[in-house]
């Protein structure tokens, strides 16, 4: 299928979607080709398992943290940067901002719930550039997005506080994974 995005409102949205679903079904196809039947389900059974197991606590835990965190960070960089002293309806904004840069941030970083599965989680150069992959990913984006020089610098310290909490809960699982 060739992607041919058509400008106008509900076509770009419906030509997205039709372009999305047809890259998951490239995808799911190649995978069962390349994997036996008995691999292909044990890739689901695993698949499902991290759903309920720590990786997305831990991602969900980080991201909470991550909000908080950002948000008193962010209030505090425009307040030296602003120095004024209504802040009524730039708590709120900079509250929303943040929590949409770290939804952003936590769809990117949604690949580590591939490491449930034993074999990717032994292999620690992949299960490294797994888990880090989304936050680094944002950050390089953040250094090369052409926006104003107070916004990128919002966005890397939302992408920097993101990547410090995410590697505090990585070096605690790998430490409670190790005894």
Known sequence: MVFRPNI???NLYESIVTFTVSLLENII???????????????????IKAMVKKLLRLLFSTFILSVLISTAAT??????????????HTVQKIASGVFLLNCILLIMS?????LSTPELWNN?????????????????????????????????????????VHTFFYFRETKLRAK
Do not use: W
């Open 8 to 10: 106008t409102g509900y």
């Open 110 to 114: 949604l690949p580590i719930i591939f």
């Open 75 to 88: 209030c505090i960089f425009y307040s030296v940067l602003l120095k004024t002293n209504d802040y009524s």
């Open 124 to 164: 620690k150069p992949f299960r490294v550039a797994l888990y880090f992959s989304g936050s680094i990913f944002f950050i390089i984006a953040a250094l090369f997005e052409r926006v104003s020089q107070h916004d990128k610098e919002v966005y890397l310290l939302n992408g920097g506080i993101f990547l410090l």
């Open 29 to 47: 196809f190649y995978i069962s080709n390349a994997l036996s039947p008995v691999k292909m389900f044990n890739f689901v059974v695993y698949f």
